[in-house]
Protein backbone atom coordinates (compact mmCIF):
# COMPACT_ATOMS: atom_id res chain seq x y z
CA UNK A 1 0.00 0.00 0.00
CA UNK A 2 1.19 3.65 -0.74
CA UNK A 3 3.11 5.67 1.42
CA UNK A 4 1.26 8.54 0.00
CA UNK A 5 -1.51 10.28 1.53
CA UNK A 6 -4.16 9.22 -1.49
CA UNK A 7 -7.72 11.44 -1.78
CA UNK A 8 -10.53 9.77 -3.38
CA UNK A 9 -13.41 11.22 -5.30
CA UNK A 10 -16.44 8.75 -6.42
CA UNK A 11 -19.18 9.49 -8.93
CA UNK A 12 -22.40 7.55 -9.07
CA UNK A 13 -24.22 5.28 -6.55
CA UNK A 14 -26.21 3.41 -8.41
CA UNK A 15 -25.68 -0.35 -8.97
CA UNK A 16 -22.01 -0.56 -9.49
CA UNK A 17 -21.69 2.16 -7.07
CA UNK A 18 -23.29 1.63 -4.11
CA UNK A 19 -21.56 -2.54 -4.32
CA UNK A 20 -18.30 -0.30 -5.10
CA UNK A 21 -19.02 2.34 -1.90
CA UNK A 22 -19.82 -1.29 0.33
CA UNK A 23 -16.46 -3.37 -1.01
CA UNK A 24 -14.08 0.03 -0.52
CA UNK A 25 -15.41 0.23 2.95
CA UNK A 26 -14.14 -3.07 4.10
CA UNK A 27 -10.85 -2.54 2.20
CA UNK A 28 -8.04 -2.66 5.53
CA UNK A 29 -6.43 0.88 4.53
CA UNK A 30 -9.04 2.12 2.34
CA UNK A 31 -8.05 6.02 0.08
CA UNK A 32 -9.76 8.87 1.89
CA UNK A 33 -12.93 9.67 0.64
CA UNK A 34 -13.24 13.39 0.31
CA UNK A 35 -15.88 13.47 -2.89
CA UNK A 36 -19.30 11.76 -3.57
CA UNK A 37 -21.66 12.98 -6.33
CA UNK A 38 -24.69 11.42 -7.91
CA UNK A 39 -26.69 13.25 -10.73
CA UNK A 40 -27.93 16.22 -8.89
CA UNK A 41 -26.03 15.87 -5.65
CA UNK A 42 -22.08 16.49 -4.49
CA UNK A 43 -20.76 15.63 -0.86
CA UNK A 44 -18.17 17.25 -0.20
CA UNK A 45 -14.91 17.34 2.56
CA UNK A 46 -14.38 20.60 3.34
CA UNK A 47 -11.63 21.79 2.31
CA UNK A 48 -8.41 22.96 2.28
CA UNK A 49 -7.94 20.07 5.12
CA UNK A 50 -9.64 17.56 3.36
CA UNK A 51 -11.45 16.57 6.29
CA UNK A 52 -13.28 14.70 8.04
CA UNK A 53 -13.38 12.00 5.14
CA UNK A 54 -16.81 10.19 3.85
CA UNK A 55 -17.91 7.11 5.24
CA UNK A 56 -17.57 5.11 2.59
CA UNK A 57 -20.40 2.39 3.64
CA UNK A 58 -23.19 3.76 1.34
CA UNK A 59 -25.01 7.26 -0.08
CA UNK A 60 -27.34 7.54 3.42
CA UNK A 61 -24.72 7.49 5.76
CA UNK A 62 -22.24 9.53 3.88
CA UNK A 63 -25.38 11.84 2.79
CA UNK A 64 -26.34 12.26 7.03
CA UNK A 65 -23.24 13.67 7.70
CA UNK A 66 -23.39 17.46 9.05
CA UNK A 67 -19.56 18.17 8.75
CA UNK A 68 -19.86 17.50 4.91
CA UNK A 69 -20.14 20.11 2.60
CA UNK A 70 -23.27 20.49 0.33
CA UNK A 71 -23.89 20.90 -2.82
CA UNK A 72 -25.89 20.78 -6.28
CA UNK A 73 -23.68 18.78 -9.56
CA UNK A 74 -20.39 20.27 -10.20
CA UNK A 75 -18.74 20.40 -13.47
CA UNK A 76 -15.89 18.34 -14.61
CA UNK A 77 -13.76 21.50 -14.30
CA UNK A 78 -14.95 22.01 -10.78
CA UNK A 79 -14.37 18.49 -9.51
CA UNK A 80 -10.45 18.71 -10.97
CA UNK A 81 -10.01 21.87 -9.26
CA UNK A 82 -11.26 20.31 -6.32
CA UNK A 83 -9.56 16.98 -6.44
CA UNK A 84 -6.16 18.77 -7.62
CA UNK A 85 -6.14 20.89 -4.39
CA UNK A 86 -4.98 18.31 -2.30
CA UNK A 87 -2.27 19.16 0.22
CA UNK A 88 1.24 18.95 -1.52
CA UNK A 89 2.61 15.35 -1.49
CA UNK A 90 -0.74 13.50 -1.70
CA UNK A 91 -2.15 12.14 -5.01
CA UNK A 92 -6.16 11.89 -5.84
CA UNK A 93 -7.71 9.61 -7.81
CA UNK A 94 -11.44 9.76 -9.23
CA UNK A 95 -13.70 6.35 -9.94
CA UNK A 96 -17.14 7.32 -12.39
CA UNK A 97 -19.34 4.47 -11.86
CA UNK A 98 -21.94 6.92 -14.13
CA UNK A 99 -21.67 6.26 -18.35
CA UNK A 100 -22.11 9.86 -18.46
CA UNK A 101 -19.96 10.45 -21.94
CA UNK A 102 -19.51 14.17 -20.69
CA UNK A 103 -17.43 12.84 -17.63
CA UNK A 104 -15.78 10.32 -19.82
CA UNK A 105 -14.84 13.06 -22.10
CA UNK A 106 -13.26 15.18 -19.56
CA UNK A 107 -11.13 12.40 -18.51
CA UNK A 108 -8.14 14.20 -20.12
CA UNK A 109 -8.27 16.61 -17.65
CA UNK A 110 -8.27 14.91 -14.88
CA UNK A 111 -4.97 13.33 -15.76
CA UNK A 112 -3.14 16.01 -17.03
CA UNK A 113 -3.86 17.25 -14.02
CA UNK A 114 -2.14 14.37 -12.15
CA UNK A 115 -5.38 13.07 -11.24
CA UNK A 116 -5.71 8.83 -11.86
CA UNK A 117 -8.88 7.45 -12.96
CA UNK A 118 -10.74 4.26 -12.66
CA UNK A 119 -14.00 3.30 -14.43
CA UNK A 120 -16.47 0.73 -15.57
CA UNK A 121 -17.45 3.28 -17.83
CA UNK A 122 -17.32 2.55 -21.84
CA UNK A 123 -18.07 6.04 -23.26
CA UNK A 124 -14.53 7.32 -22.95
CA UNK A 125 -12.42 4.27 -24.34
CA UNK A 126 -15.25 3.58 -27.21
CA UNK A 127 -16.00 7.29 -28.65
CA UNK A 128 -14.13 8.63 -31.24
CA UNK A 129 -10.26 7.50 -31.37
CA UNK A 130 -9.10 10.76 -30.75
CA UNK A 131 -10.49 10.77 -27.45
CA UNK A 132 -8.69 7.43 -26.56
CA UNK A 133 -5.35 9.08 -27.57
CA UNK A 134 -6.50 11.81 -25.60
CA UNK A 135 -6.91 9.84 -22.35
CA UNK A 136 -3.58 7.84 -22.56
CA UNK A 137 -1.10 10.75 -23.58
CA UNK A 138 -2.71 12.63 -21.25
CA UNK A 139 -1.82 10.33 -18.19
CA UNK A 140 1.45 9.93 -19.32
CA UNK A 141 1.95 13.77 -19.32
CA UNK A 142 0.27 14.31 -16.32
CA UNK A 143 2.18 11.28 -14.57
CA UNK A 144 -1.26 9.82 -13.51
CA UNK A 145 -3.07 6.29 -14.09
CA UNK A 146 -5.94 4.69 -15.99
CA UNK A 147 -7.65 1.59 -15.54
CA UNK A 148 -10.90 0.42 -16.48
CA UNK A 149 -10.81 -3.64 -16.77
CA UNK A 150 -15.16 -3.39 -15.80
CA UNK A 151 -15.62 -1.74 -19.33
CA UNK A 152 -15.06 -5.21 -20.53
CA UNK A 153 -16.75 -8.75 -19.54
CA UNK A 154 -17.84 -6.53 -16.02
CA UNK A 155 -14.53 -7.77 -13.17
CA UNK A 156 -13.89 -10.57 -15.47
CA UNK A 157 -9.93 -10.34 -16.27
CA UNK A 158 -10.76 -9.66 -19.84
CA UNK A 159 -8.39 -6.47 -20.55
CA UNK A 160 -5.68 -7.42 -17.84
CA UNK A 161 -5.44 -10.49 -20.22
CA UNK A 162 -4.92 -9.03 -23.45
CA UNK A 163 -3.22 -6.59 -22.45
CA UNK A 164 -0.25 -8.82 -21.02
CA UNK A 165 -0.54 -10.94 -24.17
CA UNK A 166 0.25 -7.82 -26.36
CA UNK A 167 3.02 -6.38 -24.02
CA UNK A 168 4.69 -10.05 -24.13
CA UNK A 169 4.96 -9.69 -27.71
CA UNK A 170 2.18 -12.47 -28.48
CA UNK A 171 -0.13 -12.01 -31.77
CA UNK A 172 -3.49 -11.98 -31.29
CA UNK A 173 -5.54 -13.54 -34.33
CA UNK A 174 -8.70 -13.53 -33.40
CA UNK A 175 -11.29 -12.29 -30.13
CA UNK A 176 -14.74 -14.00 -30.03
CA UNK A 177 -17.37 -14.88 -27.94
CA UNK A 178 -20.46 -13.40 -25.75
CA UNK A 179 -19.65 -10.17 -24.45
CA UNK A 180 -22.95 -8.28 -22.82
CA UNK A 181 -23.86 -9.76 -19.67
CA UNK A 182 -27.74 -8.91 -20.28
CA UNK A 183 -27.93 -10.53 -23.90
CA UNK A 184 -26.66 -13.38 -22.35
CA UNK A 185 -28.81 -13.89 -19.87
CA UNK A 186 -31.91 -12.89 -21.76
CA UNK A 187 -31.00 -15.84 -24.81
CA UNK A 188 -30.09 -18.09 -21.86
CA UNK A 189 -33.38 -17.32 -20.41
CA UNK A 190 -35.80 -17.27 -23.34
CA UNK A 191 -33.77 -19.75 -25.64
CA UNK A 192 -32.30 -22.43 -23.12
CA UNK A 193 -30.38 -25.48 -24.31
CA UNK A 194 -31.87 -27.80 -21.98
CA UNK A 195 -36.13 -27.19 -21.48
CA UNK A 196 -38.25 -25.19 -23.26
CA UNK A 197 -39.37 -21.77 -22.43
CA UNK A 198 -42.11 -19.65 -22.36
CA UNK A 199 -40.71 -16.81 -20.88
CA UNK A 200 -41.56 -13.93 -22.65
CA UNK A 201 -38.84 -11.95 -24.30
CA UNK A 202 -39.80 -8.51 -22.94
CA UNK A 203 -40.55 -10.38 -19.19
CA UNK A 204 -37.00 -11.16 -19.77
CA UNK A 205 -35.67 -7.73 -20.54
CA UNK A 206 -37.52 -6.65 -17.67
CA UNK A 207 -35.68 -9.21 -15.19
CA UNK A 208 -32.42 -8.39 -16.81
CA UNK A 209 -33.23 -4.87 -16.20
CA UNK A 210 -34.12 -5.65 -12.34
CA UNK A 211 -31.18 -8.01 -11.56
CA UNK A 212 -28.99 -4.59 -13.30
CA UNK A 213 -27.05 -5.92 -15.61
CA UNK A 214 -28.12 -3.89 -18.06
CA UNK A 215 -26.85 -0.75 -18.81
CA UNK A 216 -29.08 2.85 -17.41
CA UNK A 217 -30.85 3.25 -20.50
CA UNK A 218 -31.52 -0.66 -21.54
CA UNK A 219 -31.47 -0.18 -25.20
CA UNK A 220 -28.08 0.33 -25.17
CA UNK A 221 -27.50 -3.41 -25.11
CA UNK A 222 -30.56 -4.47 -27.21
CA UNK A 223 -29.24 -2.01 -30.09
CA UNK A 224 -25.36 -3.75 -29.83
CA UNK A 225 -23.96 -0.44 -29.05
CA UNK A 226 -22.50 -1.99 -25.94
CA UNK A 227 -21.01 -5.09 -27.19
CA UNK A 228 -19.65 -2.97 -30.31
CA UNK A 229 -18.30 -0.52 -27.64
CA UNK A 230 -16.28 -3.36 -25.64
CA UNK A 231 -15.28 -5.09 -29.03
CA UNK A 232 -13.95 -1.01 -29.74
CA UNK A 233 -11.95 -1.18 -26.63
CA UNK A 234 -10.39 -4.68 -27.18
CA UNK A 235 -9.79 -3.76 -30.94
CA UNK A 236 -8.01 -0.45 -29.90
CA UNK A 237 -5.82 -2.75 -27.32
CA UNK A 238 -4.66 -4.82 -30.43
CA UNK A 239 -3.86 -1.82 -32.05
CA UNK A 240 -6.66 -1.23 -34.34
CA UNK A 241 -7.53 1.77 -35.48
CA UNK A 242 -11.25 1.60 -34.63
CA UNK A 243 -13.00 5.26 -35.40
CA UNK A 244 -15.78 5.07 -33.35
CA UNK A 245 -18.36 1.58 -32.56
CA UNK A 246 -19.80 3.07 -35.84
CA UNK A 247 -17.55 1.98 -37.89
CA UNK A 248 -18.48 -1.50 -38.37
CA UNK A 249 -22.15 -2.87 -38.74
CA UNK A 250 -23.81 -3.63 -35.55
CA UNK A 251 -27.14 -5.77 -35.42
CA UNK A 252 -30.00 -4.06 -33.62
CA UNK A 253 -32.98 -5.85 -31.61
CA UNK A 254 -34.84 -3.06 -31.16
CA UNK A 255 -38.01 -3.27 -32.94
CA UNK A 256 -38.17 -0.59 -35.91
CA UNK A 257 -41.39 0.93 -34.65
CA UNK A 258 -39.65 1.64 -31.34
CA UNK A 259 -36.45 3.21 -32.62
CA UNK A 260 -37.06 6.39 -32.34
CA UNK A 261 -38.38 7.06 -28.70
CA UNK A 262 -36.43 9.69 -27.08
CA UNK A 263 -33.73 9.02 -24.83
CA UNK A 264 -34.93 10.10 -21.90
CA UNK A 265 -36.45 8.67 -18.78
CA UNK A 266 -39.70 8.89 -20.33
CA UNK A 267 -38.33 7.17 -23.70
CA UNK A 268 -36.92 4.25 -21.39
CA UNK A 269 -40.22 4.31 -19.48
CA UNK A 270 -42.73 3.74 -22.85
CA UNK A 271 -39.94 1.37 -24.55
CA UNK A 272 -40.15 -1.21 -21.53
CA UNK A 273 -43.84 -0.59 -21.27
CA UNK A 274 -44.74 -1.14 -25.12
CA UNK A 275 -41.74 -4.13 -25.77
CA UNK A 276 -44.80 -7.06 -24.68
CA UNK A 277 -45.83 -5.89 -28.68
CA UNK A 278 -43.33 -7.50 -30.27
CA UNK A 279 -42.46 -10.11 -28.34
CA UNK A 280 -43.18 -12.23 -31.73
CA UNK A 281 -40.21 -11.11 -33.64
CA UNK A 282 -38.04 -12.67 -31.15
CA UNK A 283 -40.20 -15.86 -30.71
CA UNK A 284 -40.32 -16.20 -34.72
CA UNK A 285 -36.04 -15.85 -34.10
CA UNK A 286 -35.74 -18.42 -31.72
CA UNK A 287 -38.19 -20.54 -33.26
CA UNK A 288 -36.80 -20.83 -36.51
CA UNK A 289 -33.30 -21.56 -34.91
CA UNK A 290 -35.07 -24.77 -32.87
CA UNK A 291 -36.46 -25.50 -36.84
CA UNK A 292 -32.65 -26.01 -37.78
CA UNK A 293 -31.79 -28.01 -34.00
CA UNK A 294 -29.86 -24.60 -32.54
CA UNK A 295 -30.09 -22.05 -30.79
CA UNK A 296 -29.41 -18.41 -31.32
CA UNK A 297 -27.00 -16.07 -29.43
CA UNK A 298 -25.67 -12.90 -29.45
CA UNK A 299 -22.03 -12.84 -30.66
CA UNK A 300 -18.89 -10.65 -31.43
CA UNK A 301 -15.90 -10.88 -33.16
CA UNK A 302 -12.65 -8.94 -34.29
CA UNK A 303 -10.57 -10.82 -37.29
CA UNK A 304 -6.67 -8.93 -36.59
CA UNK A 305 -5.32 -9.45 -39.69
CA UNK A 306 -8.55 -8.20 -41.81
CA UNK A 307 -9.04 -5.52 -39.19
CA UNK A 308 -12.74 -6.51 -38.93
CA UNK A 309 -15.12 -6.32 -36.31
CA UNK A 310 -18.47 -8.67 -36.26
CA UNK A 311 -21.23 -7.52 -34.36
CA UNK A 312 -24.48 -9.77 -33.86
CA UNK A 313 -27.33 -12.61 -33.91
CA UNK A 314 -25.92 -16.33 -34.91
CA UNK A 315 -27.26 -19.83 -34.54
CA UNK A 316 -25.26 -22.30 -32.45
CA UNK A 317 -25.19 -25.84 -31.96
CA UNK A 318 -26.57 -26.93 -28.75
CA UNK A 319 -23.70 -28.54 -27.21
CA UNK A 320 -21.48 -25.64 -27.59
CA UNK A 321 -19.64 -23.80 -24.92
CA UNK A 322 -21.67 -20.59 -26.00
CA UNK A 323 -24.84 -22.78 -26.25
CA UNK A 324 -24.58 -23.78 -22.61
CA UNK A 325 -23.66 -19.83 -21.09
CA UNK A 326 -25.90 -19.72 -17.69
CA UNK A 327 -26.96 -16.80 -16.21
CA UNK A 328 -25.19 -13.28 -17.15
CA UNK A 329 -22.02 -15.34 -18.16
CA UNK A 330 -19.44 -14.04 -20.75
CA UNK A 331 -16.85 -15.98 -22.63
CA UNK A 332 -14.21 -14.68 -24.64
CA UNK A 333 -12.05 -16.64 -26.47
CA UNK A 334 -8.13 -15.40 -27.55
CA UNK A 335 -6.97 -16.63 -30.13
CA UNK A 336 -2.82 -16.43 -30.16
CA UNK A 337 0.07 -17.51 -31.92
CA UNK A 338 1.41 -18.73 -29.31
CA UNK A 339 -1.49 -20.57 -27.73
CA UNK A 340 -2.38 -21.76 -31.08
CA UNK A 341 -5.53 -23.58 -31.69
CA UNK A 342 -6.68 -24.09 -28.42
CA UNK A 343 -7.63 -20.03 -27.37
CA UNK A 344 -6.56 -18.69 -23.95
CA UNK A 345 -10.46 -18.77 -22.58
CA UNK A 346 -12.15 -16.41 -20.08
CA UNK A 347 -15.96 -17.25 -18.65
CA UNK A 348 -18.16 -16.06 -15.83
CA UNK A 349 -20.73 -13.55 -14.94
CA UNK A 350 -20.70 -10.35 -17.54
CA UNK A 351 -22.87 -8.00 -15.78
CA UNK A 352 -23.82 -7.07 -12.26
CA UNK A 353 -23.01 -4.73 -9.67
CA UNK A 354 -21.08 -6.85 -7.28
CA UNK A 355 -18.52 -8.35 -10.14
CA UNK A 356 -18.55 -5.09 -11.77
CA UNK A 357 -17.54 -3.26 -8.67
CA UNK A 358 -14.72 -6.11 -7.64
CA UNK A 359 -13.02 -5.32 -11.14
CA UNK A 360 -13.23 -1.52 -10.24
CA UNK A 361 -11.91 -2.06 -6.99
CA UNK A 362 -9.71 -4.19 -7.87
CA UNK A 363 -8.13 -1.66 -10.39
CA UNK A 364 -8.29 1.03 -7.95
CA UNK A 365 -5.79 -1.21 -5.49
CA UNK A 366 -3.85 -1.35 -8.55
CA UNK A 367 -3.33 2.65 -8.71
CA UNK A 368 -2.84 2.52 -5.15
CA UNK A 369 0.18 0.33 -5.50
CA UNK A 370 1.44 2.34 -8.29
CA UNK A 371 1.08 5.85 -7.62
N1 LIG B 1 -24.35 -2.89 -14.28
C1 LIG B 1 -23.40 -3.68 -14.76
O1 LIG B 1 -23.48 -4.90 -14.71
C2 LIG B 1 -22.20 -3.09 -15.39
C3 LIG B 1 -22.08 -1.73 -15.54
N2 LIG B 1 -20.98 -1.20 -16.11
C4 LIG B 1 -20.89 0.24 -16.24
O2 LIG B 1 -20.93 0.81 -14.93
C5 LIG B 1 -21.49 2.12 -14.99
C6 LIG B 1 -22.58 2.26 -13.94
O3 LIG B 1 -23.59 1.32 -14.21
P1 LIG B 1 -24.82 1.11 -13.16
O4 LIG B 1 -24.33 1.29 -11.79
O5 LIG B 1 -25.47 -0.16 -13.56
O6 LIG B 1 -25.75 2.35 -13.55
P2 LIG B 1 -26.91 3.03 -12.65
O7 LIG B 1 -27.87 3.65 -13.59
O8 LIG B 1 -27.42 2.04 -11.65
O9 LIG B 1 -26.15 4.18 -11.83
C7 LIG B 1 -25.62 5.29 -12.44
C8 LIG B 1 -25.20 6.28 -11.36
O10 LIG B 1 -24.52 7.35 -12.01
C9 LIG B 1 -25.07 8.59 -11.53
N3 LIG B 1 -24.88 9.58 -12.57
C10 LIG B 1 -25.28 9.55 -13.85
N4 LIG B 1 -24.85 10.65 -14.51
C11 LIG B 1 -24.17 11.39 -13.60
C12 LIG B 1 -23.47 12.62 -13.64
N5 LIG B 1 -23.40 13.33 -14.76
N6 LIG B 1 -22.87 13.09 -12.53
C13 LIG B 1 -22.94 12.38 -11.37
N7 LIG B 1 -23.58 11.20 -11.27
C14 LIG B 1 -24.19 10.71 -12.36
C15 LIG B 1 -26.52 8.27 -11.21
O11 LIG B 1 -27.01 9.27 -10.32
P3 LIG B 1 -28.45 9.18 -9.57
O12 LIG B 1 -28.24 8.19 -8.46
O13 LIG B 1 -28.67 10.55 -9.07
O14 LIG B 1 -29.41 8.72 -10.62
C16 LIG B 1 -26.36 6.89 -10.57
O15 LIG B 1 -26.00 7.02 -9.21
C17 LIG B 1 -21.96 2.30 -16.45
O16 LIG B 1 -21.00 2.99 -17.18
C18 LIG B 1 -22.07 0.85 -16.96
O17 LIG B 1 -21.87 0.75 -18.35
C19 LIG B 1 -19.94 -1.96 -16.58
C20 LIG B 1 -19.98 -3.31 -16.44
C21 LIG B 1 -21.13 -4.00 -15.87
N1 LIG C 1 -25.00 -3.82 -19.70
C1 LIG C 1 -23.74 -4.48 -19.73
C2 LIG C 1 -23.08 -4.33 -18.41
C3 LIG C 1 -21.65 -4.66 -18.47
O1 LIG C 1 -20.88 -4.09 -19.24
C4 LIG C 1 -23.91 -5.96 -20.04
O2 LIG C 1 -25.05 -6.41 -19.93
O3 LIG C 1 -22.93 -6.62 -20.38
NA1 LIG D 1 -13.21 -7.03 -17.25
Do not use: C
Not at 162 to 185: K, N, P, Y
Not at 249 to 254: A, D, F, K, T, Y
Amino acid sequence: MPSKQIYLGVIGVGGVGTSFLQQLSKLPSPPTLVLLARSSQTLLSPAPAYSPAIPAGDWQTASANPSLTKSGALSPSEIVSYLSSAPSGSRSVLVDNTSDPALASAYPQFLKAGISVVTPNKKGFSSDLSLWKDIFASAASGGALVYHESTVGAGLPVLSTLRDLVATGDQVTRIEGVFSGTLSFLFNTFAPVSASSEAKWSDVVSQAKDLGYTEPDPRDDLNGMDVARKLTILARIVGLQVQSPESFPIESLIPAELASLPGTAAGIQEFMTRLPEFDGQMTALKEQAEKAGKVVRYVGSIDVAKNEVKVGLQQFDKDSAIAGLKGSDNIISFYTQRYGSNPLIVQGAGAGGEVTAMGVLADLNKVLERL
